[in-house]
């Protein structure tokens, strides 16, 4: 008997086979097996500052937005940015030398000013998990503790709501509102949930932030210096969040036949 030629007809039929066999085994369940996921994680933070902070600000809210892949063993490389704001400004004499003796603010209309202090910060960091798993409801699930390399910045918000003192508007403003940035270290502990159904899928803990941080303007306007102090500035806070696991999953046996 002779062989039949191995056609490129049959060579294309082999490739598709090797393929789908390919992306078949690829497919994983989250219920029985630790897998591989990018994950998107939108969260929110209540944070008490202290350090050096903690004489300039009260306490205040955090949103952030994490991305990174966990790997089967574990492992989580990310990225993640947070926006933290209030409105407790604890900083004595902003405005020194702007306000009268009963420690108002005229404005060019001969009025009382309304002028209102905000604190805005953020923070951007790179971040690198290690995933202690638990037996149930899947190896996908537990302990959490990641550490973060990045930066931070925050400032004093001025808003002059009728827009009647020039003093505080730009390039003025850059005197009074304390812009402050540096390197900054974090470290969180938590626990990490991924759902059989990857429908409920979610993380909290607590987290503790590090700035090493300095002024970065040039003249402070109230005290008629310039602040060149280091500084440190910390935070501490509960962080909870989502997340959105992607990765391909094996069809549920259930709806095979």
Not at 42 to 48: C, G, K, T, Y
Not at 68 to 74: C, D, I, R, T
Not at 80 to 108: C, D, M, N, R, Y
């Amino acid at each position: 008997m002779t062989k039949a030629p191995f056609t490129a007809h049959n060579r294309l039929l082999l490739y598709l086979m090797i393929l789908v066999s390919g992306s078949v085994s690829a497919q994983v369940s989250v219920k029985d097996s630790a897998v591989g996921m990018v994950m998107i994680r939108p969260s929110f933070a209540l944070q008490a500052p202290s350090g050096d902070l903690a004489s300039r600000f009260g306490m205040n809210q955090s949103i952030g937005m994490a991305a990174g892949y966990k790997w089967a063993n574990g492992w989580i490389l990310g990225a993640e940015a947070t926006l933290f704001f209030g409105s407790k400004i604890k900083e004595q004499g902003v405005f020194t030398g702007l306000t009268t003796a009963e420690g108002t603010i005229v404005g060019v209309d001969g009025l009382y000013g309304d002028i209102r202090l905000f604190e805005r910060g953020y923070t951007v960091m790179a971040t690198l998990s290690k995933l202690f798993p638990v037996k149930k409801p899947n190896p996908n699930c537990g302990f959490v503790v990641e550490t973060g390399l990045g930066f931070m910045q925050h400032k004093i918000k001025i808003d002059d709501k009728k827009n009647a003192v020039p003093a505080v508007r730009d390039p003025y403003v850059k005197g009074y509102d304390r812009l402050t940035n540096g390197v900054a270290l974090r470290q969180f502990v938590g626990y990490l949930h991924v759902g059989n159904r990857r429908l409920v899928n979610f993380y909290g803990g607590v987290e503790a932030i590090q700035g090493f941080t300095a002024s970065r303007r040039s003249y402070n306007y109230s005290t008629m210096s310039v602040d060149d102090a280091p500084r440190i500035d910390l935070l501490f806070g509960l962080r909870v969040g989502w997340i959105i696991a992607l990765f391909k999953e094996a069809p549920d046996p259930f709806y095979m036949y």
